[in-house]
């Protein structure tokens, strides 16, 4: 093996390496999202009495109307209790 093709193979190496933590870490914030989500759902359904389905609806739809991304809608949920966007 000449010492280009090593060097070659090396780079490649370190990009798919890039490449694999780069989805990973997106792979685990997607997770953290998700559980933070049902987290949500859960004091919504508790909350309301709603089932699953309307408490994803719920959040959705308050996300729409707020312009806020969904993920954002359930941390306020889950830290104030509160579903009513403030805009600073």
């Given amino acids: ?22 989805y990973a870490e997106e792979l685990q914030r997607a997770l953290v999202s998700n559980r933070r989500i049902g987290m949500a759902m859960g004091i919504l359904m508790e909350r309301h009495r709603l089932t699953e389905e309307q408490a994803f609806d719920r959040l959705r739809d308050l996300s ?6 969904l993920r954002d809608v359930a941390e306020q949920l889950i830290y104030t209790g509160d579903t009513r966007q403030r805009r600073d």
């Fill in 1 to 22: 093996m000449a010492g280009g093709d090593a060097a070659e193979l090396l780079a490649e190496a370190r990009s798919d390496l890039a490449a694999a933590t780069a």
């Fill in 64 to 69: 729409q109307r707020s312009n806020v991304k």
